[in-house]
């Protein structure tokens, strides 16, 4: 499974748009990217997947280069309640069953 | 449709002694993954499943770690003769398929502390 690097924490004040990058040098041609957000004492969330270029949902959008060596996940005006740990994944190769979870970037949302 | 339910929420073990997780799937969802977590880190995948069936048990240490999901009733995974070190959050998810391009649901996860 593709390995990915993303910050460790980012601070953000409210209403403020927050941009986290995650880099995956090495994915594959089958992978998808797929990002999910944790807060604290529950488990992970889907938030948003895309292949390539741009997806966009009610949550937040994906930015992702024709070389797909990284990807973008933008959070439109955040609120206190964005704060939580988002996660990067790269998976979706035949095969490849469970998802790899790094340690993912802490956002805290300050007033 | 109710979500992944995991119980109990919190299980307190002394060394030695053994721990039964237990994890309902999402309606229609034959597949179920659970991951560890310790604190400050990223899920580390641990075992998938199908029914009556262990599809992939890379991550699951060698001893005293087992899993099951049976035709009839929750997946579960036991932990025998538990150590301090097995003491984490450990979260079930389900998902419709078996391609982990797909979205897997996520229970609320079972805190485990070994006394």
């Known amino acids: 499974l593709a390995k990915t690097t993303q910050p460790i924490s980012m601070d953000s004040y409210e209403g403020q748009e927050v941009n986290i990058t995650c880099s995956h040098n090495?994915?594959?041609?089958?992978?998808?990217i797929t990002w999910y957000q944790q807060f604290p004492s529950q488990g992970p969330r889907f938030i948003i997947q895309?292949?390539?270029t741009k997806v966009t949902n009610e949550v937040a959008s994906l930015f992702i280069p024709a070389d797909r060596k990284s990807s973008t996940l933008s959070l439109p005006r955040v609120s206190l309640s964005d704060t939580a740990v988002y996660y990067c994944?790269?998976?979706?190769?035949?095969?490849?069953?469970?998802?790899?979870f790094g340690t993912g970037t802490r956002l805290t949302v300050i007033p | 449709n109710a979500g992944v339910m995991q119980n109990p929420r919190h299980l307190v073990r002394r060394r030695g002694q053994e721990a039964r997780l237990r994890c309902s799937p999402m309606?229609?969802?034959?597949?179920v993954y659970w991951y560890r977590q310790l604190p400050e880190e990223g899920l580390k995948f641990m075992v998938y499943?199908?029914?009556?069936?262990?599809?992939?048990e890379s991550g699951m240490p060698k001893e005293r770690f087992s899993a099951e999901f049976p035709k009839e009733g929750p997946s579960i995974l036991r932990i025998q003769q538990v150590v301090r070190g097995d003491s984490a959050a450990y979260f079930c998810?389900?998902?419709?398929?078996?391609?982990?391009?797909?979205?897997?649901?996520f229970g609320p996860g079972t805190r485990l502390t070994v006394t």
């Open positions: 998810a389900s998902s419709p398929y078996g391609d982990s391009s797909y979205e897997q649901y």
């Open positions: 090495n994915i594959a041609t089958n992978d998808y």
């Open positions: 895309g292949y390539k």
């Open positions: 994944l790269v998976g979706g190769t035949t095969g490849a069953n469970n998802l790899f």
């Open positions: 309606k229609g969802h034959s597949h």
């Open positions: 499943l199908q029914k009556e069936n262990i599809i992939d």
